[in-house]
Each structure stands twice: as C-alpha cells, then as structure tokens.
C-alpha cells in the first residue's frame, strides 16, 4: 500500500488534468487498488453544468471501467485548490458509498491542510444496493 503522501501526490497529478474552464476550481483525485494500480481522475465540466463530472467519479469509473470493484479499493486521495479541503460533493458520496468500502481510508489535501476520513464517517445511514436488491 502507497504511503499517503504518494497516493495524495499522484492525486494532485491528476489536479493538473482538470478540466474546469467555468469554475476554475480544479479537483485530482487517485485510487489505488490491491493489484498496485493506480488510476488518477479530474473534474470535467461542461457548458450544460449538470454534466460535470467530479474528480472522485472519474477516478472510481476509470477503475471499474478496467474490471476492478469494491474489494479491489484499498485508498482513495482527493485534492483541491480551494482555501478549504474538497469533502466530497453528495452525489460523489452516494456513488462512493457503493464503489468503496466504510472503512477504506480517503486522504483529502489542499496541500496546506491535510485530514484522513472514509464513507462510514461521511455518509452515515447510507441507502444501498441492499435495500434495492430484494
Ligand atoms: N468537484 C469535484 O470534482 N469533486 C467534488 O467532490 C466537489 C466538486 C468539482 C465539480 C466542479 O467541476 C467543481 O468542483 C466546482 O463545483
């Protein structure tokens, strides 16, 4: 397993590829999984606001867009340029509530404050596949 410091670093390589021409607010985001791999993502905005895609979703879509799944996620570093840290927005919460585990670690940075959380603490009460499956 990376050290923080190296998932937060490839997090903020990821930053770089923000593509966020209405906002300006520029999020990277890398996940790492069991296997070593590590697939970066960006927020991608749009004219039509509502298709903006955020930096945790692209990074989690490209990993289950290459096969992985939940039991691969072992961590998860969002960063930002923003004054404050990027808690993630809610409906990020809601798919990373089913793409990732409670308990695997999100390091969240703007590169002066640093804080270690994960979805059991963000998302308490979470509506699941279990309560749709029936
Ligand atoms: N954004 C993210 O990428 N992740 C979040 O969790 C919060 C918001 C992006 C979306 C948009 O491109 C910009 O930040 C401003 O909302």
Do not use: W
Request: hydrophobic letters at 35%.
């Amino acid at each position: 397993m990376l050290k923080r410091e190296e998932l937060v670093k490839k997090a903020f390589d990821g930053m770089k590829n923000a593509y966020a021409p209405y906002s300006k607010y520029h999020v990277g985001a890398a996940v790492e999984l069991k296997d070593g791999t590590v697939f970066i993502g960006a927020n991608v905005e749009n004219a039509s606001y509502g298709a903006t895609n955020c930096a945790e979703r692209s990074a989690l879509f490209a990993a289950y867009s290459n096969g992985y799944r939940k039991s691969d996620v072992v961590a998860l570093a969002i960063v930002s340029d923003g004054d404050r840290l990027c808690g993630p927005c809610g409906i990020c919460r809601q798919v990373l509530s089913e793409l990732i585990g409670n308990d695997v670690p999100i390091y969240l940075s703007n590169g002066t404050e640093n804080k270690d959380t994960n979805m059991g603490e963000l998302l308490p009460m979470q509506f699941t596949e279990e309560d749709v499956i029936r």
